[in-house]
T-cell receptor, first 115, second 109 residues
Framework: EAGVAQSPRYKIIEKRQSVAFWCNPISGHATLYWYQQILGQGPKLLIQFQNNGVVDDSQLPKDRFSAERLKGVDSTLKIQPAKLEDSAVYLC?????????????FGPGTRLTVL | RKEVEQDPGPFNVPEGATVAFNCTYS??????FFWYRQDCRKEPKLLMSVYSSGNEDGRFTAQLNRASQYISLLIRDSKLSDSATYLC??????????FGKGTRLSVIA
């Protein structure tokens, strides 16, 4: 079974530039999550989708971050404009249904460096 | 007080040693608990769920103490391959999972 796919794996941009990340969850997984993991920290949830609807985006900095999952399958996360403090690994995860007992399967992440 | 707190370590232990990590959580309404393992520059992967009755999977034992609001992970007979960061994860029902900062373990030959 293919895992969660993410691209690009690495991205280096200058502050104030824009960047977009892509995630394709495990086939059939209804719930998709985007996390931000700053070096030395645990992952922090940015946004959770159930199919193509947003379940939780309370920790998403909406002035600069946006995400969509239009067809309920793959998803994109965008940062515009980027700040130095956005340097982090952006992890995508998926679960079958979003129940708390479901295992979250993470993708390899996109490592973003903002200069 | 942070919602989930872990000792960041590092814990440096020799092969074959037994090592234990604790994780405290602040919200008594927390319902589900997990340990995830994250290798250097890799994604987190579920190690085990933590049940009220405690659970064991080979060399790994997880326990929950609701009264004192902590969970623990015990690793027996440590292997070099156990070197990783162990993330404590807490869920409160209809809210996002909250990850601790992780505890780094290095098993030394």
């Amino acid at each position: 079974e293919a895992g969660v796919a993410q691209s690009p794996r690495y991205k280096i941009i200058e502050k104030r530039q824009s960047v977009a990340f892509w995630c394709n969850p495990i086939s059939g997984h209804a719930t998709l999550y985007w996390y931000q993991q700053i070096l030395g920290q645990g992952p922090k949830l940015l946004i959770q989708f159930q199919n193509n609807g947003v379940v939780d985006d309370s920790q998403l900095p909406k002035d600069r971050f946006s995400a969509e999952r239009l067809k309920g399958v793959d998803s994109t996360l965008k940062i515009q404009p980027a700040k130095l403090e956005d340097s982090a690994v952006y992890l995508c995860a998926s679960t079958t249904s979003g129940r708390e007992s479901d295992t979250q399967y993470f993708g390899p992440g996109t490592r973003l460096t903002v200069l | 007080r942070k919602e989930v707190e872990q000792d960041p370590g590092p814990f440096n232990v020799p092969e074959g040693a037994t090592v234990a990590f604790n994780c405290t959580y602040s919200n008594s309404a927390s319902q589900s608990f997990f340990w995830y393992r994250q290798d250097c520059r890799k994604e987190p992967k579920l190690l085990m769920s933590v049940y009220s009755s405690g659970n064991e999977d080979g060399r790994f034992t997880a326990q929950l103490n609701r009264a004192s609001q902590y969970i623990s992970l015990l690793i027996r007979d440590s292997k070099l391959s156990d070197s990783a960061t162990y993330l404590c994860v807490v869920e409160r029902g209809n809210t996002p999972l909250v990850f601790g900062k992780g505890t780094r373990l290095s098993v030394i030959a």
